[in-house]
């Protein structure tokens, strides 16, 4: 299901504007629940503005460049060659991103006052609680004649902050990013009205943990930086997908997204990506399209 938000007055597109930049700058700010597998594998945006608009369902709708992403089995329909490129962005919970980014600000000060202390505290008494996720989708790709070589990727910001009435006085931010980038092969077949198609992904993947403590024991404000470590890793995945063209306009298509499980990073940051299905179904009238798609059907 899509929301769609109306923005009016230039404080609110100046707001949007903001936000927007955070988000391609930095995703690593946005604070939320940690993300699930399968949101890191697949990404919640995704590529094309077109199938975006539409709530993501591509899997019926995969006839266009950007096929590796939803469904590589649309491949197999498309004309002549194509270099598209595409790069989506968003922000839950908008209203609060502005007071995130301040407490960072502050957290990363390595001599905080008390007025910063208490600037700190009451951020993270307003918006302790409220999840707030930055995504970022990259997309591009070189496609034609039934094949593809594409790169996308998916950054989520993950976190969480915490405020200790004491005494002493502790306010703590915890900010984990996840980031991932796909090398994918494509290719497709089938004749008629039943195509196939499969995506060979490399995948590379880091890990990028950060931690502060802020302490205020009533007379002096001192910062704690946790040491953390960067995690890099690599894996290999395969997708395959299949489309049906049924009669007047309807089309099927189905994904199964990483059907070997491939894991990435190890001890609690581990990432394993499990086998997925996304199923989908659309109807092309002349006047317009109805589409309907069912994601990680397999995802608890």
Known sequence: ???????????RVKKFLV??????????????????PSQIGTGI??????????????VALCDTPYAPFWNPAGLALLKGFHMPFSISARVENIETVEDWSDLLDILDKD???????NTARDIAKKVSGKAVLGEI?????????RFAISGYGVGIGSGWVNYEAGPPEVVSG??????LT???????GGKGNRFWGMNLRSIKGKYSPYERRLTYDGVDVSVTPN??????????SLDYGLLWLGKDGTRYGLVLRNINSPKLFSGTNELKLDMDMDVGVAKIYPQGIIAAQWTNMFTK
């Open 45 to 58: 945006m995704g590529a094309d503005a077109g199938i975006v608009a539409m709530g993501g369902a591509g």
């Open 182 to 188: 796909n090398l994918t092969f494509s290719f497709a």
């Open 111 to 117: 001599n905080p006052t008390v007025d910063d202390f």
């Open 137 to 145: 989708n990259p997309f591009f790709a070189l496609s034609g004649n």
């Open 1 to 11: 299901m899509s929301k769609i938000y109306k923005i009016g007055g230039m404080r």
């Open 19 to 36: 936000v927007f930049v955070l988000a391609l700058a930095v995703p690593w700010v946005a604070i939320s629940a940690p993300p699930t």
């Open 174 to 179: 915890d900010v984990a990013g996840y980031y």
């Open 227 to 236: 040491p953390y470590k960067e995690e890099t890793d690599s894996a290999f």
